[in-house]
């Protein structure tokens, strides 16, 4: 099953100095990054990327369940996200189906005489 995760980094105070502002991408964004290209690797994370100049990111996950999907992601250094949601996708092709199915339902309820 794949999902939709959206995080959204938390803006941590940047120190007014340069050694400030690369400590905090040395030990916090640095590390995220390279988790994330692990789970690319992996077949983890399918695609996606973080929005260009900002602190929101966006990717494709499979994973037989939530759960299983999440579990994969504990290596993300998830501290430096203030939200990070997951939502299954369903395949236009599934949707379809169910589509179909619920159109035929309705016709075949018009269809009875009613009692």
């Avoid at 690797?41 to 996606?48: A, K, W």
Wanted: some cysteine; glycine content about 10%; proline content about 7%.
């Amino acid at each position: 099953m794949r999902f939709l995760i959206i995080g959204e980094y938390e803006m941590p105070f940047i120190p007014p100095s340069i050694e400030g502002i690369g400590a905090i991408g040395d030990k916090a964004l640095i590390p995220h990054l390279e988790a994330v290209a692990r789970a690319e690797e992996d077949g983890v994370i399918l695609t996606g990327g973080v929005y260009p100049g900002g602190y929101k990111c966006a990717y494709i996950g499979e994973a037989e369940s939530r759960e299983d999907l999440v579990e994969a992601l504990q290596g993300l250094p998830e501290r430096i996200f203030a939200r990070m949601d997951v939502i299954p996708l369903e395949s236009t092709g599934h949707r379809l189906t169910r589509m179909r199915e619920r159109v035929e339902d309705w016709f075949n309820e018009v269809d009875r005489p009613a009692f």
